[in-house]
């Protein structure tokens, strides 16, 4: 596994561990464009329609259904219906694990922890089910304040897990392909030249492929042309150094490989449906 192709955003803290995001399409559709974590993640559908890519897989959920993306997995995800909202819980699988070794650490926990076991990336209906009643009490405690909610998020995440074995949804891994190691080596190139003049020459080039061949290897592989997919990855640096930072369109236009701002922002608000400054405007927050 390559380590640079982690995801840089930090996740919750050393004392709180999960972090839950909240993703919806009030401004334009979703597009998380693929990348991997060490963390796990679940996708638990609130509204609407959503496109997931785990591993190559392609699947489709609807309200109610979730899915779970174990460490190291390759993903990314897309609305294609208005009003879609899903709830995205990240965290470590070493904050379930207990200091004394015990059966249900170390036959459970430490196999996922250590990537030689696997959850089902699709839950059944009869593990969804169960599983979205703890959810719904995760995210109270998570938004609330009440003394001990940590205790009773942690609880019920080891009561998930349980779910997730007594269901049968837990298998053995199976070794990365090499295959699959020459995916996450692209995604890595892509988001660390982003900035740069990207084509298909020049991917395929690097990657010892004729432009054409490389062109039907990433849209196989990826579920999106090149094109589509670079400009995903720009648009989600954009987002950062907008509410991150107080460039101007024609900087940020540069520093995430646009031509210009001009394109910059027509490009920004066909994907988000705002405008940079609207974006900046709407979402940035004022230090406290």
Same mark, same amino acid.
């Given at each position: 596994?390559?380590?640079?192709?982690?995801?840089?955003?930090?996740?919750?803290?050393?004392?709180?561990?999960?972090?839950?995001?909240?993703?919806?399409?009030?401004?334009?559709?979703?597009?998380?464009p693929?990348?991997?974590?060490e963390?796990?993640?679940?996708?638990?559908?609130?509204?609407?329609?959503?496109?997931?890519?785990?591993?190559?897989?392609?699947?489709?959920?609807?309200?109610?259904?979730?899915?779970?993306?174990?460490?190291?997995?390759?993903?990314?995800?897309?609305?294609?219906?208005?009003?879609?909202?899903?709830?995205?819980?990240?965290?470590?699988?070493?904050?379930?694990?207990?200091?004394?070794?015990?059966?249900?650490?170390?036959?459970?926990?430490?196999?996922?922890?250590?990537?030689?076991?696997?959850?089902?990336?699709?839950?059944?209906?009869?593990t969804?089910?169960?599983?979205?009643?703890?959810?719904?009490?995760?995210?109270?405690?998570?938004?609330?304040?009440?003394?001990?909610?940590?205790?009773?998020?942690?609880?019920?995440?080891?009561?998930?897990?349980?779910?997730?074995?007594?269901?049968?949804?837990?298998?053995?891994?199976?070794?990365?392909?090499?295959?699959?190691?020459?995916?996450?080596?692209?995604?890595?190139?892509?988001?660390?030249?982003?900035?740069?003049?990207l084509?298909?020459?020049?991917m395929?080039?690097?990657?010892h492929?004729s432009p054409?061949?490389? &062109?039907? +290897? $990433?849209?196989?592989? !990826?579920?999106?042309?090149?094109?589509?997919?670079?400009?995903?990855? /720009?648009? @989600?640096?954009?987002?950062?150094?907008?509410?991150?930072?107080e460039?101007?369109?024609?900087?940020?236009?540069q520093?995430?490989?646009?031509?210009? &701002?001009? +394109? $910059?922002?027509?490009? !920004?608000?066909?994907?988000?449906?705002?405008?940079?400054?609207?974006? /900046?405007? @709407?979402?940035?927050?004022?230090?406290?």
């Amino acid at each position: 596994m390559r380590q640079e192709l982690r995801e840089i955003r930090t996740q919750g803290t050393p004392m709180r561990p999960l972090k839950i995001y909240k993703m919806q399409d009030e401004n334009g559709r979703i597009d998380v464009p693929h990348h991997w974590q060490e963390h796990v993640e679940i996708l638990w559908i609130l509204r609407g329609t959503l496109s997931v890519t785990i591993r190559e897989e392609q699947y489709t959920g609807t309200a109610g259904e979730i899915f779970y993306i174990n460490p190291r997995e390759l993903h990314g995800m897309q609305s294609t219906t208005q009003g879609c909202t899903y709830l995205a819980l990240v965290f470590p699988l070493s904050w379930l694990q207990f200091d004394q070794a015990d059966e249900a650490g170390e036959k459970y926990l430490r196999p996922l922890a250590e990537l030689n076991a696997y959850v089902a990336t699709h839950l059944p209906r009869q593990t969804a089910e169960r599983a979205e009643a703890l959810f719904q009490e995760i995210y109270i405690l998570y938004d609330g304040n009440d003394d001990g909610a940590w205790l009773g998020i942690k609880a019920r995440l080891l009561l998930f897990y349980f779910y997730l074995y007594s269901d049968g949804v837990v298998s053995r891994r199976e070794k990365n392909s090499q295959k699959m190691d020459m995916l996450l080596h692209i995604a890595r190139y892509v988001q660390e030249h982003y900035g740069e003049s990207l084509s298909l020459d020049i991917m395929g080039k690097h990657f010892h492929m004729s432009p054409k061949y490389f &062109s039907v +290897y $990433f849209q196989k592989h !990826f579920s999106r042309n090149f094109t589509d997919y670079l400009a995903a990855i /720009r648009i @989600e640096q954009a987002k950062k150094l907008l509410l991150e930072t107080e460039a101007d369109m024609e900087l940020i236009a540069q520093q995430t490989g646009f031509s210009g &701002s001009s +394109y $910059f922002i027509r490009v !920004f608000r066909k994907a988000t449906g705002v405008t940079p400054g609207q974006y /900046r405007k @709407e979402f940035h927050q004022e230090p406290v």
